[in-house]
């Protein structure tokens, strides 16, 4: 039986409680595919601090090392909003995507059509929407040097620096084009290049490659632009590959494209290590209540079966089970709407289980 090793990360707020119901998700596809997966837990974030007094203990940074794959619930917390920058939750996230080089964020957009009315583009413009943003996520200008705020003239300025070498966008780029590939076959590049000489070098680089992937339709759109057409024709997209900061802003705005931002996974993936977690934060207001949505951690779960560990039709499945339980009218209470179905955290992932049972023996 082939064995899987996945580090447990659930982190604050809600973390612990939905990543605990994307692990039963785990142990039922184990079921279903006759796979191991073999859980350590480690700390970060709020947690982490609380008892180490670092937001990612030398010990965490480890384990994930040692690991297949990482499935992270959520950090921070207005409990840790008073300490210093460089010691607050968030950056237990920084440092470990930066010591796993975790080069690519992927955010998919999808628009589930039980729950297309929570878009606030009309139905017809959004239907359809499937689209999947690979961020550029540990280079750019969050991480170049130098910056800082200094004086100078006895007058305050501020200094950040972008910053790509080739090899950096060549090797986002080509995940991305081999991403496009499985999928739909096409690929939108968003860059500025025409004002920008970093964004200049990423096209170039992007054409370069292009030559690899003849059968990938591929797509150049300025930043601005492609803002805009998120909005215009979001169904028209399929895989758009972008840089750190541009990639962050395009991202959320998918996320609010589709209506149900408490859906959405993620992954941050490199050549060797990858980390899996809900775009949502750590809702503390609603921890402990059994009132979470489990769903974006339950599909983070699924991007891992499939990226990690070529599990394909396990995640397929997981992706049906969840479109199912939305058919059928159950809602947590961030998604519910008159009609439905309230559940809690635990409830709506025994729907999802239940309706991986079925699925699974529907299937030739």
């Not at 064995?3 to 605990?20: N, Q, R, S």
């Not at 950090?75 to 975790?102: A, F, N, Q, S, Y």
């Not at 499937?130 to 305050?156: A, C």
Request: glycine share 8%; with cysteine; proline share 5%.
């Amino acid at each position: 039986m082939k064995t899987y090793k996945i580090a447990v990360l659930k982190g604050d707020g809600i973390g612990p409680e939905i990543v605990e119901q994307a692990l039963r998700v785990l142990d039922k596809i184990s079921e279903l595919y006759g796979v191991r997966f073999e859980y350590e837990e480690g700390l970060i974030g709020g947690e982490a601090i609380d008892k180490t007094g670092t937001p990612l203990p030398d010990e965490t940074l480890e384990l994930c090392k040692r690991s297949d794959a990482i499935l992270l619930g959520a950090v921070g917390g207005p409990k840790w909003d008073d300490l210093p920058t460089d010691k607050r939750p968030e950056k237990g996230l920084l440092r470990i995507r930066k010591e796993l080089d975790l080069y690519a964020n992927l955010r998919p957009a999808k628009v589930w059509e039980p729950l297309i009315s929570s878009s606030p583009l009309r139905e017809e413009v959004v239907r359809g929407t499937d689209m999947l943003v690979v961020r550029e996520l540990t280079s750019g200008i969050y991480y170049g040097e130098p910056r800082g705020i200094f004086e100078e003239g006895g007058k305050r300025y501020a200094l950040n620096t972008m910053k790509y070498d080739e090899d950096e966008i060549r090797r986002v780029v080509r995940k991305a084009f081999e991403i496009a590939r499985k999928r739909r076959k096409k690929l939108t590049s968003v860059d500025k290049a025409n004002v920008l000489e970093v964004s200049a070098l990423w096209r170039q680089v992007v054409e370069e490659e292009r030559e690899n992937f003849p059968d990938v339709e591929l797509e150049h759109l300025y930043v601005d632009n492609c803002a805009m057409q998120l909005v215009r024709r979001p169904s028209s997209f399929d895989v758009i590959v972008t840089g750190n900061i541009f990639g962050d802003i395009l991202s959320d705005e998918a996320g609010v494209v589709v209506g149900s931002l408490g859906m959405l996974p993620s992954a941050s993936v490199g050549d060797r290590y990858a980390l899996y977690e809900p775009v949502h934060g750590s809702a503390p207001d609603i921890a402990g209540k059994g009132i979470a949505n489990p769903i974006a951690t339950i599909l983070s779960a699924g991007m891992m079966l499939k990226y990690s560990f070529g599990m394909d039709s396990a995640h397929d499945l997981i992706e049906k089970a969840v479109e199912r339980t939305l058919e059928e009218g159950y809602r947590t209470p961030d998604i519910w709407s008159e009609g439905t179905k309230r559940v809690g955290t635990k409830e709506m992932t025994d729907r999802i289980i239940y309706n991986m049972e079925r699925l699974r023996d529907e299937t030739p």
